[in-house]
């Protein structure tokens, strides 16, 4: 299990750093994307293994990943939607959507339906997450013990 997550949490950071490469994030910032994406794939990881509960896995990976990237973005000051957006893709329900379609060719409209509303939850709970932490103000994520009067 202990191989599984490391060679997962490695091709996650290697993902999003290709990902950011393609959309042009400055190069100084590349580490810090894909870092942003092994540790929401590392929360999603543990937790479903724990507890079976994809959805689950995927709100509190999101909840991390936003978390992680508004603190990047006070550490490097760049803006959060850098980090956020390739620290989210490996969250992408892309193979519930990819089995919806999959669904509808085959003619099978309640496989199509359960994969879609499926695809449905999980792009639900990766916005709700996000949001959750985006509607936090700014100065939660400032150093800890950082005076402003110094």
């Not at 669904?103 to 496989?111: H, S, V």
């Not at 990766?126 to 005076?147: D, E, K, N, Q, Y």
């Amino acid at each position: 299990m202990i191989l599984e997550l490391l060679f997962q949490m490695v091709m996650a950071f290697f993902y999003c750093v290709a990902f950011s490469v393609i959309f042009n994030a400055p190069r100084k910032e590349l580490p810090f994307c894909g870092i942003s994406g092994s540790i929401g794939w590392v929360v999603y990881f543990f937790i479903n293994e724990l507890f079976a509960q994809s959805v689950l896995a995927t709100f509190l990976a999101a909840v991390a990943v936003t978390m992680v990237c508004r603190y990047f973005s006070y550490m490097r000051q760049a803006p959060s939607t850098m980090y956020h957006i390739a620290g989210i893709l490996p969250l992408v329900p892309g193979m519930s959507i990819y089995n919806a379609m999959s669904g509808i060719l085959d003619n099978d409209l309640l496989y199509c339906f359960a994969q879609g509303v499926m695809a449905l939850k999980l792009a639900s709970a990766i916005a709700i997450g996000s949001i959750l932490v985006l509607s936090l103000p700014h100065s939660f994520f400032t150093r800890p013990f950082h005076s402003k009067h110094t």
